[in-house]
């Protein structure tokens, strides 16, 4: 450690490991996009010389962000991870505003600017927020949330339907219904107006309803079967067009009047104003993994807020508690804009969760508690994370006698 003038020390990072992780599903998800039965995640862990661990999580998309996860893993494991022994930092703050300054994307000098990067860059995010939250004793949902209010009345999380059809849709409809969830979003692969009725008819009149196609329609199809929908109270169409056609999103607020949100569609700063000067969408969903971590999707869902834009917080199918504790953040920090939320399946989803404490949404879509503790205030058992790890990347050396924060 390095002493810093005035007294204290300056932890430095000593040692990174990096994991190609495949957590199973309790069941497959598939959509128009994609279909998995493993989290396909990246998990890093960075430890200091003060014995402090922080853990990084995020799960590259193709389809998302442009990144293969071999490509992201081989990208942080040669170019951005080896550069994390170089930080040094006095203060969270100076953490804080160097993330700021990066946005979202590793700093120029590391990784050219136009290089699909925002998951991986999620990862780095996460990581140096909590190691070094750790080390300068700090709160992350503090020192981002502030005093806010501890969680809106109102605010529940939804359920996200896989593509299923027939009996299963119905089956899982109505364990929704009795288990209380009022927001359900359909995932659609074309036009899905059978399914439509059948979730308003079970889930009834007041609850919230809406689709996503993940870039299935042509305009044509979108504006058809929008149209069609829209009597069924559809309260967010969700990248209905393939993620570059602006011009085609556009047309379709423009010319149905209906609410469009973006997903696809953008992951950084500049995608996002291109969505709000074209006026391609009236809402967005921003997830932390696809937008560069939880430092930019603050500043991105702050600039959508600026545009009169409506935010959905949004997450990738496979998270573990890590990214829920974060989102858990964004959520509390921005919370006056929101108005969908979805996330914290934890082992509702997943076989098993390597973090604790594990953060899964309750009856009728109440929030879990938000970890309390230095960093995110979580913990992370490493054996599982070994257990299912495919591959692994390790720089530098720590004393395993001082590690904290990690079983």
């Known amino acids: 450690m390095v002493p810093i003038p005035g007294g204290g020390v300056m932890p430095r990072i000593v040692a990174v490991e990096l994991f190609e992780l495949d957590l199973p599903f309790r069941n497959p998800f598939h959509h128009a996009a994609a279909k998995r039965e493993h989290s396909e995640s990246l998990f890093v862990r960075c430890v200091t010389d003060s014995g402090h661990c922080g853990f990084g999580e995020t799960l590259p998309r193709p389809y998302v962000t442009g990144e293969e996860r071999q490509e992201a893993f081989d990208m942080l494991a040669g170019q951005i991870l080896p550069r994390l022994l170089e930080l040094e930092f006095h203060l969270f703050s100076e953490v804080h505003d160097f993330l700021v300054h990066c946005d979202g994307k590793a700093p120029r000098e590391w990784i050219e600017a136009n290089t699909p990067q925002t998951s991986a860059w999620c990862l780095v995010d996460l990581a140096l927020l909590d190691c070094f939250g750790r080390a300068f004793g700090t709160e992350v949902d503090r020192e981002l ?237 490493m054996r599982v994370v070994r257990r299912y790890a495919r591959r692994r990347f390790a720089i530098g050396t720590a004393n395993p006698t001082m590690v904290q924060g990690t079983r």
Do not use: H
């Not at 009834?204 to 309803?209: C, D, I, S, V, W």
């Not at 969700?238 to 570059?244: K, R, S, V, W």
């Not at 973090?355 to 949404?361: A, D, I, N, Q, S």
């Open 145 to 381: 949330a502030g005093r806010a209010t501890e969680w809106p009345d109102g605010l529940a999380y939804g359920l996200v339907l896989s593509g299923n059809t027939g009996r299963g849709m119905l089956t899982t409809l109505v364990k929704a219904r009795v288990y209380g969830i009022r927001d359900v979003k359909l995932k659609v692969e074309e036009d899905s107006l059978d399914g439509v009725r059948l979730a308003r008819r079970i889930l009834g009149k007041e609850a919230t309803l809406r689709v996503d196609s993940n870039m299935a329609w042509s305009l044509e199809e979108a504006s058809g079967c929008m149209t069609r929908m829209a009597p069924y109270g559809i309260e967010s169409f969700e990248q209905p067009l393939p993620a570059d056609d602006l011009d085609g999103l556009a047309r379709l607020v423009t010319d149905t009047g209906l609410p469009v949100m973006a997903d696809e569609s953008f992951d950084d700063a500049a995608s996002l104003q291109s969505l709000i000067t074209r006026r391609a969408c009236t809402a967005v969903n921003v997830r932390i993994a696809k937008c560069g971590g939880l430092v930019a999707s603050l500043e991105r869902c702050r600039r959508s807020l600026q545009a009169g834009l409506t935010l959905q917080i949004g997450c990738q199918v496979g998270e573990t508690s890590l990214l829920s504790a974060a989102q858990m953040t964004l959520i509390r920090a921005v919370w006056q804009g929101v108005s969908f939320i979805e996330g914290c399946f934890g082992e509702r989803l997943l076989r098993v969760d390597p973090v604790r404490p594990t953060l899964k949404f309750g009856r009728g879509g109440r929030p879990p508690s938000r970890p309390r503790g230095n960093g995110f205030g979580t913990e992370v058992d």
